[in-house]
């Protein structure tokens, strides 16, 4: 449990300390997932490099020419209160914020944070999915931008190199007539680590699903994946509640795989990722024709 | 003033010598704000760990605990640890100069394992160090060699004869039973017989100040040891016993504690014994606060059970035989687990006339996590499945369910179960009305329940129940108080009981108050110190306001007459004609005769009265009569009941607790905010246990939810629901103040009525605790 704290200059500062002492260093954001990890014994590492010094350059919400870009820094919090909350395409992160922590994690999570857990239980690394997100990274090596996918390879797991650190997160701007939606589900209402979740992004067009990408916590690996054979199933399917209930119960048995442990057991995960899938997808899909949060 | 004075005679001593009906009285029944309010708000430094501060050279302890939940132990190396840079030393059950078995009723429990570990996370040794990380990795670093033991952690699998023996005696430690009338006779007399088993979950008190001990040595060998201990004084028992030291060398001191529940009862007495063991070998002050993960796994949580009730009633709704098996799961060690067996016991069939009963309770030993005290001590379990059998009873007859309860439910003058006769006011009627009425059940009961659109079901639950008050046949029930008028007028209060969070103490302060006639500000509540205040016995059972409230008033009562003397004569009239508002003191004929309460402490010192009494209150014993299981077994019972309207989410199984209606006959209410809080807690504690608190075992006999992120309490979200809540007020004269307890009465009716409520809604018979989203749609047919 006793570690030393390195604060760097600047972010190539930071990249190439991390580089020099890996694996024993490793970056702290706002360390809500760090800490109970060093305090649990599972991570025992001799250097955290503190990032705090570097907000005023990461942490941001911009959004031009139809593209998103938050900087890795970001809190949660300050997620919340950006211009991403106005817009009806992004309805699905007022879901997120809701359900993420609590207000006291809420105000020390950082978008990169949260992305570089690389669990199913991160809610952010759901989201993206559905957005088809990239990451950028900036290590010694320079900086370059990997799907969301490719970057969280499996549970705990990130593909890149040592010194890489993750600066922020790009996602397009759906086309008009798109809207996102969220769900979370836990034994309780507060502080929740889901049994599952859900993001949808929809495109409506004409009452019927003109597109659809659905995001899970997780689908056949043990980190949050896309469930396309249900996508391609939904495509063209009318916005009503028993058509999308019915395509969603018979493709996603297919490509969904639920394991069982002491909180759940699989078949109850599947069971409720049909139904907050069907929930998700009806609900984006209102608000995307001007339905509004409550749809 | 006497100890054994008569109760209900004390209660006509208050009324006398405060000449006043209560609704008039000044603080009692009144909302107000409690003497630590605002320290415990600000973060003021009242707690155990807070004291670290002001003790220096402090050896930091780290429990090593068992990797097995069975096994014998072939050695413990600790060669490695103590080359740890900062390790201070080691201690093992060797170095115990007394007794070496703990356990609060039998002691079969080592204070540090011997031979043979019960239960992953049994306490094995401690490593001191000088800072905790060291004195953490340097436990990592104790090597033990075990010989595993089959691990048995189903209380039915324990008690069958070829089941490995978890303790040489054999795994059922306690047997309790009640015979009356012909159970057979009964049931053939029955024109519907309901029989089923119900199950419980093992609970965690999951209060948000751990559990420790700090041990400081002093110089002529005695040991001072601040504890969070809700029973001090057996604290010092043990402390006395493991190191075979007098107990007036045995100081234990007890803070304001972060939340008790029951849970700070047996394991800080053990720990109290460990860090004085460490202290003592290593010669400086030792400290043992448990981690979250540590105290989740390492003190007592509450009993899992198995029930069985066969229940059998008349086609006009009249009970006439119970038949019950009880099993209570007391986990690896007896701890207090035979007390709450003997509770259940006694409460098990219910608020009702019963003409026939047959009972038979087992306390039973596995490997799990051991067993002990908690809200409500064995009575919220027997509470659920019999409110469930009254509910399926009431279903198959066809009647509503709170009728069924009318019918049967117990009335002043009625003979319980045990041939108690009720000799004190019964409020079950005046809650059942006030139910009915505030929660709209008879529409509710109608228009709710099976069918429903949009995935969502809504049910209504009802439920009544009872609660014994103070210990009953447990042990000898006697409280002392201290209570001081200081040369300047202030007053200092020094309890027997403690304060852990509940509002007890504040109960107190307004006794203090009102007798004496100060206000509330002006007395100073000090911490709890063997050393300075008779033994009071625990701080459970709700006995604080009802029993401890008796020595308050008796010290307060003695104060109050001397100062009235003395009064009287500087003003010159009678002592009953002196009334005492502090800072004024006058006479009620002639007010213009005047003295200010400083002046007149002042006067009373110069003049030797003694300005200090004890006050110390004991209640006779009960009687039981174990083959029959007859008897007195309270001093008398409070009664509750509640309504839940509740909704469920047919496809996810999550049940929404909309609505919750509550009743509560706890006698006259003393401290009502502390009152309101106990209730609305409770309900909040209930909706946990109802719906999502359960302590997971692996098969390995681990616990798998070792933290507050994966064993869940509900939070403020969960805590959404409306509730609306009623005292039936009916002076009880055995109680201070005509007060009964209510504490544990306060969480009684909640789970139950929501049981039942779910049970409405999803149509199935609800029997099992916690209420999970999968049980739901098992009951609901959707899964499996």
Known sequence: MLFDIYIPRDLVDASEFLYRNAPDAVPIAGGTDLIPMIRDGKLRPKYLVDLSGLKGRLSYVSIDSGVVRVGALTTINALGASALTGMEAFLGFRDLYKTFGNAAVRSLATVGGNVGTAVSAADLIVMFNALDAKVGLSGVNGSRYVGIRELVAGKRLLAKEPGELITEVVFNVPPKNSSTAFIKLGYREGTIIGLTSVAALVTVRDGVIEDVKLAFDRVDRRVPGRAYLTEKGLKGVPLRDEAVGEVINEHLPREMRRKSDYRASGAYRLHVSKVLARRAVLTAGRRAVGGGLGA | ?784
């Open chain 2, 1 to 784: 003033m006497g100890a054994l004075l008569d109760a209900s005679s004390l209660e006509d001593l208050v009324r006398e010598v405060l000449n006043a009906e209560p609704s008039s009285y000044l603080v009692i029944g009144r909302r107000v704000r409690r003497y630590n309010a605002l320290d415990m708000v600000l973060g003021r430094p009242i707690y155990l760990a807070d004291k670290l501060g002001s003790v220096g050279g402090v050896v930091w302890l780290k429990t090593v605990r068992s990797s097995y939940a069975h096994a014998l132990i072939r050695g413990v190396n600790y060669s490695d640890a103590l080359k740890l840079s900062g390790v201070v030393g080691v201690v093992t059950h060797r170095d115990i100069p007394g007794f070496k078995y703990v356990g609060y009723v039998t002691p079969d429990q080592p204070l540090l394992a011997v031979d043979r570990v019960r239960f992953y996370g049994e306490p094995i040794a401690l490593v001191g160090a000088e800072e905790p990380e060291i004195a953490e990795e340097a436990a990592e670093r104790v090597k033990v060699e075990y010989d595993p033991l089959p691990v048995v952690l189903d209380p039915i699998d324990a008690m069958k004869p070829d089941a490995p023996k978890i303790h040489d005696r054999g795994n059922v430690f306690a047997h309790f039973k009640i015979r009356r009338g012909d159970v057979e006779e009964g049931f053939s007399r029955a024109d519907v017989v309901v029989e089923n088993t119900y199950r419980t979950a093992q609970q965690e008190h999951a209060f948000i100040e751990t559990e420790g001990a700090i041990a400081i040595p002093g110089p002529m060998g005695e040991v001072t040891i601040i504890a969070n201990a809700q029973e001090p004084y057996e604290a010092q028992r043990l402390v006395s016993s493991v190191l075979n030291i007098p107990r007036s060398k045995v100081r234990i001191v007890v803070p304001m504690v972060g939340g008790g529940f029951g849970g700070k009862v047996d394991v800080v007495m053990e720990l109290c014994a460990r860090a004085a063991l460490a202290a003592a070998k290593f010669g400086r002050p030792a400290a043992l606060i448990h981690s979250r993960e540590e105290s989740i796994i390492g003190h007592t949580k509450r009993q899992s059970t198995v029930l069985k009730y066969r229940h059998g009633a008349t086609k006009d709704g009249l009970l006439t035989a119970v038949e019950g098996e009880l099993i209570y799961d007391g986990g690896a060690y007896a701890s207090s687990t035979m007390f709450v067996l003997w509770r259940a016991t006694v409460h098990s069939v219910g608020p009702y006339r019963v003409p026939n009963a047959k009972i038979d309770s087992y306390a039973v030993y596995t490997n799990k996590v051991y067993a002990g005290a908690f809200r409500g001590f064995g009575n919220p379990e027997v509470a659920f499945a019999v409110e469930r059998q009254m509910d399926v009873l009431a279903g198959r007859l066809g009647m509503d369910p709170v009728e069924f309860r009318v019918r049967n439910m117990l009335r002043e003058g009625d003979e319980t179960v045990h041939g108690q006769v009720l000799d004190h006011p019964v409020g079950l009627p005046e809650i059942v009305s006030y139910l009915r009425r505030a929660s709209g059940w008879s529409r509710k009961r109608a228009e709710y329940g099976g069918g429903g659109s949009s995935g969502v079901r809504k049910g209504i639950g009802f439920s009544i129940w009872w609660h014994g008050n103070s210990l009953g046949v447990e042990a000898a029930d006697y409280v002392a108080a201290y209570v001081m008028i200081n040369k300047d007028g202030s007053v200092t209060y020094r309890p027997g009981l403690i304060d852990m969070g509940t509002g007890n103490l504040q109960g107190h302060v307004m006794m203090i108050s009102e007798i004496l006639g100060v206000p509330t500000d002006y007395i100073h509540v000090e911490e709890v110190d063997t050393s300075t205040i008779p033994n009071s016995g625990p701080t459970v059972a709700s006995r604080s306001t009802v029993v401890g409230g008796n020595a308050v008033i008796k010290a307060s009562i003695e104060l109050r007459r001397r100062v009235e003397g003395v009064a009287a004569e500087i003003l010159g009239c009678k002592p009953s004609d002196v009334v005492i508002k502090a800072p004024d003191v006058y006479c009620r004929s002639n007010p213009g005769r005047r003295v200010s309460w400083g002046k007149l402490v002042e006067i009373a010192y110069w003049r030797g009265v003694p300005m200090f009494s004890i006050g110390y209150h004991y209640v006779p014993r009960a009687e039981w009569d174990v083959e029959r299981g007859r008897g007195v077994p309270y001093i008398t019972y409070t009664y509750v009941g509640a309504v839940a309207d509740i909704e469920v989410d047919v496809e996810t199984g999550k049940v929404r607790v909309r609505n919750l209606y509550g009743a509560f006959d706890a006698g006259r209410i003393v401290n009502r905010a502390g009152a309101e809080l106990q209730v609305e807690g409770g309900a909040v504690m209930a909706v946990g246990y109802a719906l999502m608190e359960r302590v997971i075992y692996g098969d390995d006999g681990g616990v798998m939810n070792t933290d507050l992120s994966t064993y869940l309490v509900p939070t403020i979200k969960d805590a959404s629901f409306n509730i609306k809540y009623e005292f039936v007020e009916k002076e009880f004269k055995g109680g201070a103040f005509g007060s009964k307890a209510l504490a544990e009465p306060a969480f009684l009716a909640w789970h139950t009525a929501i049981a039942n409520a779910v049970a409405h809604a999803v149509g199935a018979n609800v029997d099992e605790l916690p209420i999970t989203p999968e049980k739901v749609l098992k009951w609901l047919g959707v899964l499996g």
